[in-house]
């Protein structure tokens, strides 16, 4: 009897060291494998806050004029009421949606791609107003245009928004001084047709949170061979587009 006990407890033991490793090879990348991950550069001669996101995720903060923005793209995976973002990776499924969801560029699970660049987002997400953590909402088209007013107008702003040199940046990355210290990267897109990737290392894409009519609303948009930071043009910016999205303090 004694045997039979030491091998059931060993059994015991052995299944529940197994179901620990299974669920550990299945979890999602959490906050903490994030956190301190991220290779941007951001400018050395700025004194930089931090803001803290519902997933844990901390992030450098600049203030640039009157407005405090994120100085790096968000990935938090949660809502601020704690219930979980729709992660959807099928490109069918992603184009069909109606409701807020998030995809990393290429459904990457690089720890270090998601940390610098963040996660995509589409127009359904932001539209819940439970992206941001308390203290700090989605920009409107009003306010990104404060800041490109600030910055001398949308023909220069994007060069002193950018991160410079071509590390996170295609080839060539016109006029970028990152002045400013909002260092943007070019986190791509993922596209409202199609549900593919598109633009990495060639465009940065950021909602606002101002709708247009007709399914379209208002997004902001930087480039690796110019130094505007262009408003996307009537039309332009579909719901179920996934764009980067930096936030704004309140």
């Known amino acids: 009897m004694r045997l039979v006990s030491k091998f059931f407890i060993a059994f015991l033991i052995l299944a529940y060291l197994n179901s620990c490793s299974s669920d550990d090879e299945s979890s999602d990348i959490d906050s903490d494998s994030l956190n301190g991950k991220t290779t941007a550069n951001f400018n050395s001669s700025i004194t930089y806050g931090t803001m803290t996101d519902q997933d844990g995720n901390i992030y450098k903060t600049v203030t640039i004029g009157t407005q405090t923005w994120m100085a790096e793209n968000l990935r938090t995976t949660k809502y601020n009421d704690g219930s979980a973002i729709d992660h959807v990776t099928d490109n069918e499924e992603w ?17 270090v791609q998601i940390a610098t660049y ?17 203290g700090w909402h989605m920009p409107s088209a009003a306010e990104w245009t404060t800041l490109a007013n600030y910055l001398g107008g949308n023909d220069i702003a994007g060069g002193k928004l950018k991160e410079g040199g071509v590390q996170h940046w295609k080839t060539y990355n016109e006029g970028a001084t990152n002045e400013t210290g ?68 309140d």
């Not at 184009?95 to 720890?111: E, K, M, P, Q």
């Not at 047709?193 to 949170?209: A, I, K, L």
Request: hydrophobic share 30%.
């Open 95 to 111: 184009t069909d949606l109606t409701t807020g969801a998030y995809c990393n560029y290429n459904n990457t699970t690089d720890a």
């Open 182 to 249: 909002f260092t943007a990267l070019p986190g791509g897109a993922r596209s409202s047709s199609t549900g593919t990737f598109v633009s990495f290392e060639e465009r940065g894409m950021w909602w606002s949170s101002t709708y247009d009519v007709l399914n379209f609303s208002y997004s902001r948009y930087l480039y690796n061979n110019n130094d505007d930071l262009v408003q996307a043009s009537y039309g332009s910016s579909y719901l179920t587009d996934g764009f980067s999205v930096r936030l704004i303090k």
């Open 118 to 134: 963040g996660r995509l987002y589409n127009w359904h997400a932001v539209d819940l107003n439970k992206l941001a953590p308390a």
